[in-house]
């Protein structure tokens, strides 16, 4: 596709549900980066993959975070047993390179709110 | 622990006013310095400065890097009010894993008024 492509938009998750985040990335892009951006806050790493291999994966806050990229394209971000801490943006961002975030592009984000 | 930190976090001007925008970093092996527009969600790419390219320009916008102080400076001048928006920092930061994560700052909230 033309860019990062995340969905949903927005999700509203009472507080114990699981939910699931997908990011699409563009089309041949070897990296791809998980960030969560509280209210006021910047972007913070997740975590990251390259291909279908899951290199890094230590800003993951709890184990209640999973995510993968089963065929080394569309990933899934899954949040088990969500809390109202969990409420933030997810941003997705891929890149061609290897090892390299500079100039990655982002998607829009998925706004997840916990009540 | 790397580290970036912006300045102002907050920041109200008049359409035409010229804006500096502050950014310092900690980091080991520093290798370059990102700036990023944030309209809503998607942060968009500005700037890229690294040791070999300390200063860049792109209409309105200029940035540079001063490896000396560790900091950054992202200039917008004659400001419109299409130039609101979050102004975010960020450097690649590089575990043992060997990924390069960005390490963000909080951000600069700018809003320009007519």
């Keep these: ?115 | 622990e790397d580290k970036v930190v912006q300045s102002p976090l907050s920041l109200v001007v008049h359409e035409g006013d010229t804006v500096t925008l502050n950014c310092s970093y900690e980091v080991t092996n520093f290798r370059s310095l990102l700036w990023y527009k944030q309209e809503k969600k998607a942060p968009t790419f500005l700037f890229m400065l690294t040791s070999s390219g300390i200063e860049k320009k792109s209409g309105r916008l200029s940035s540079i890097l001063d490896k000396k102080e560790l900091s950054s400076i992202l200039n917008i001048t004659a400001t419109q009010t299409g130039d609101s928006a979050i102004y975010l920092c960020a450097t690649p930061g590089r575990d043992q894993g060997g990924s390069e994560k960005l390490v963000f700052g909080k951000g600069t909230k700018l809003t320009v008024n007519p």
């Design chain 1, 1 to 115: 596709g033309a860019g990062v492509s995340q969905s949903p938009r927005y999700k509203v998750a009472k507080r114990g549900q699981d939910v699931a985040l997908r990011c699409d990335p563009i089309s041949g892009h070897v990296s791809l980066f998980w960030y969560q951006q509280a209210l006021g806050q910047g972007p913070e790493f997740l975590t990251y993959f390259q291909n279908e291999a899951q290199l890094d994966k230590s800003g993951l806050p709890s184990d209640r975070f999973f995510a993968e990229r089963p065929e080394g394209s569309v990933s899934t971000l899954k949040i088990q047993r969500t809390q109202q801490e969990d409420s933030a943006v997810y941003l997705c961002a891929s890149s061609l390179k290897r090892y390299m975030n500079t100039e990655a592009f982002f998607g829009q984000g998925t706004r997840l709110t916990v009540v």
